[in-house]
């Protein structure tokens, strides 16, 4: 399980070392709406409206991760009608999982229920910063909804999160929609975005095993 766990948690700590290399919104050209990593082969694209930040995009014989926003946000510019409409998407693979490692989702959900996994969950390491709103296992895949109100490496974006888990060519995938802090989308909405996210990882990855 602490083997899993740590697999699990490869987007927190991504999320850490990318902070400071994210690429600055209008420096550049429009920025792509979709990504191949060269390692692990894995063709990322977000939903509609979302492109892919060149500067987060990490691959390696490790695991990957990749961070998506708004095209307009990434691109340096602002759209009203946008507000409270949008999130921060990000994908985290785990290196190949070997033969007879498996992710038992209900096993996973259980765990994170337990002071144990809050602690695991929480951007402090404290079990006290995490909240577990609510979690279920669909078809193999675990969600979660959860709160941390530990300190964010990236500003502006909310405490709470949706979280999918799930096997991907192989690989343990993590995905998080994040609000934003200011004007965050709805509970549905984010749950409704990250459903979306997953879809398209799947239908442009087919072979999930």
């Known amino acids: 399980?602490?083997?899993?766990?740590?697999?699990?948690?490869?987007?927190?700590?991504?999320?850490?070392?990318?902070?400071?290399?994210?690429?600055?919104?209008?420096?550049?050209?429009?920025?792509?709406?979709?990504?191949?990593?060269?390692?692990?082969?894995?063709?990322?694209?977000?939903?509609?409206?979302?492109?892919?930040?060149?500067?987060?995009?990490?691959?390696?014989?490790?695991?990957?991760?990749?961070?998506?926003?708004?095209?307009?946000?990434?691109?340096?510019?602002?759209?009203?009608?946008?507000?409270?409409?949008?999130?921060?998407?990000?994908?985290?693979?785990?290196?190949?999982?070997?033969?007879?490692?498996?992710?038992?989702?209900?096993?996973?959900?259980?765990?994170?229920?337990?002071?144990?996994?809050?602690?695991a969950l929480s951007r402090s390491g404290s079990a006290r910063t995490v909240t577990l709103i609510e979690s279920d296992v669909e078809g193999g895949r675990l969600w979660l909804h959860a709160r941390d109100s530990a300190p964010n490496m990236l500003a502006g974006q909310g405490d709470e999160y949706w979280r999918a888990l799930f096997v991907l060519k192989g690989r343990l995938v993590t995905v998080t929609a994040t609000p934003f802090d200011e004007a965050p989308m709805s509970e549905a909405g984010l749950r409704k975005l990250l459903e979306r996210f997953v879809s398209d990882l799947e239908r442009r990855n087919p072979g999930t095993l």
């Open 1 to 119: 399980m602490k083997k899993m766990v740590w697999v699990i948690l490869a987007p927190v700590f991504a999320m850490v070392l990318t902070a400071c290399t994210l690429e600055t919104p209008g420096t550049g050209p429009r920025p792509p709406s979709a990504v191949t990593l060269p390692v692990s082969g894995l063709s990322v694209a977000g939903p509609s409206g979302f492109c892919v930040d060149r500067g987060s995009v990490r691959d390696g014989q490790n695991g990957g991760f990749v961070l998506l926003g708004s095209c307009t946000g990434l691109s340096g510019g602002n759209n009203p009608s946008l507000k409270g409409k949008t999130a921060v998407l990000t994908l985290s693979i785990s290196a190949p999982l070997s033969q007879g490692e498996s992710f038992d989702a209900p096993s996973v959900e259980a765990f994170f229920a337990s002071e144990a996994g809050r602690k």
